[in-house]
């Protein structure tokens, strides 16, 4: 499999993209990273609540244990600040409630923010690189002699720029036709150069 191009200009591009790339996808971890830190910072007042619930809790129990040992009106008391408790208990769960929130939110919008960019630029990149491999590797079936320069002649006719075309011959498609090898070679070195191929052997 030919992951990069012959030509020393198109191998350079191709290099520089994939730093480029590697680079992208750095810069926007770390962004990603940073949003989903600072939207965590967040979850310090809902900590702060289930820190609260708990000391509640554990007083309102304390004390009806406590309160228990009273003659009398002790049992009393005790299911009294018991049951008052319960309200510790509560405001410790919708804590914990609200700081897991927090979390899934910070881990959504962290993912949301290096993935959108990096999946985009991804595509793009492995778009290209798939289409050059795939065109590499089916000509690189045909360039094992000189004689298959007509072949990449012809493809540079058909999708080279006019431009491109009229400095290589003012009747490019005629010369093709009538066979003249040095403006067919030079047709195909024109594609080949394209493609970011070698010419074969001879050419």
């Not at 007042?45 to 289930?50: F, L, N, R, W």
């Not at 208990?89 to 929130?101: E, F, I, K, N, Y």
């Not at 927090?102 to 959108?116: E, I, K, N, P, S």
């Amino acid at each position: 499999m030919r992951l990069y191009a012959d030509s020393p200009a198109r191998r350079t591009r191709q290099l520089l993209s994939d730093v480029f790339v590697l680079l992208w996808v750095g810069i926007w971890v770390y962004a990603g990273r940073q949003v989903h830190d600072t939207v965590d910072q967040l979850r310090a007042p809902a900590d702060s609540i289930s820190s609260a619930g708990r000391s509640v809790n554990g007083a309102l129990t304390g004390a009806g244990d406590q309160a228990g040992q009273i003659p009398l009106v002790g049992d009393q008391l005790k299911t009294w600040l018991t049951q008052a408790a319960g309200s510790g208990t509560t405001l410790q769960s919708a804590g914990t409630s609200m700081a897991d929130t927090v979390d899934r939110l910070a881990l959504g919008l962290g993912l949301a923010t290096a993935l959108v960019p990096i999946l985009f630029v991804l595509a793009v990149w492995l778009y290209v690189r798939v289409r050059f491999v795939r065109n590499a590797i089916q000509s690189q079936r045909f360039i094992d002699a000189g004689e298959d320069l007509d072949l990449f002649a012809l493809r540079a006719l058909a999708t080279q720029p006019m431009r491109s075309l009229a400095r290589v011959s003012d009747d490019p498609a005629g010369a093709w036709r009538r066979q003249d090898r040095d403006v067919i070679r030079q047709l195909a070195l024109l594609e080949l150069r394209d493609q970011g191929l070698r010419p074969p052997p001879g050419a």
